[in-house]
T-cell receptor, first 113, second 115 residues
């Protein structure tokens, strides 16, 4: 079964707006990662947040983590057409499953001009 | 650096045929894994390896075999293809396992159709 579930499944915004995607997961984690997938391509790592961190920034990306609610959010500010892609969260499942990275079902983001 | 290279890019098989999906990485990564991606299902882990000579099952291992004789290569074998194995297959590698904060590097995938 999927460890992570993204919400919403699809999101359409205009260029310049902010996009927020949410991820919920089921078990304890050591870290949570976000990936982007452009159509027809492999996934690309965006950002990693550790379980003892609450917020992390990378350029126009901001990730938050709430381990008490088992949830994370990815915010893309001032979106561009090039941000059009699917976004996935991934978790390591915590102690005992340290070698497995489990992905959610993804959010499809469409940024229009 | 080529990164993670998957071949072939596309493949059509008939039910019952066997084939091997190739995956090679040139980053000296210890950890390698295979995922399949189906619409609405996200990515599901098939098999993974934490080093040469060591493999383990993921979430959906049935119908697939793997081996890891070298650090660089991690082939995925379909023993007897079934229509349910129609999917896009991704190979990924990382320097360390997921819990050690090591991001995955993905190949561009193999799109497999089984008729």
């Amino acid at each position: 079964s999927q460890q992570g579930e993204e919400d919403p499944q699809a999101l359409s915004i205009q260029e310049g707006e902010n996009a927020t995607m949410n991820c919920s997961y089921k078990t304890s984690i050591n870290n949570l990662q976000w990936y982007r997938q452009n159509s027809g391509r492999g996934l690309v790592h965006l950002i990693l947040i550790r379980s003892n961190e609450r917020e992390k920034h990378s350029g126009r990306l901001r990730v938050t983590l709430d381990t008490s609610k088992k949830s994370s959010s990815l915010l893309i500010t001032a979106s561009r057409a090039a941000d059009t892609a699917s976004y996935f969260c991934a978790t390591d499942g915590g102690t005992g499953t340290a070698s497995k990275l489990t992905f959610g079902t993804g959010t499809r983001l469409q940024v229009t001009l | 650096n080529a990164g993670v290279t998957q071949t072939p890019k596309f493949q059509v098989l008939k039910t019952g045929q066997s084939m091997t999906l190739q995956c090679a990485q040139d980053m000296n990564h210890e950890y390698m894994s295979w995922y399949r991606q189906d619409p609405g299902m996200g990515l599901r882990l098939i098999h993974y390896s934490v080093g040469a000579g060591i493999t383990d099952q993921g979430e959906v291992p049935n119908g697939y075999n793997v081996s890891r004789s070298t650090t660089e290569d991690f082939p995925l074998r379909l023993l007897s293809a079934a229509p349910s194995q129609t999917s896009v297959y991704f190979c990924a590698s990382s320097y360390r396992p997921a819990s050690q904060r090591s991001p995955l590097h993905f190949g561009n995938g193999t799109r497999l159709t089984v008729t």
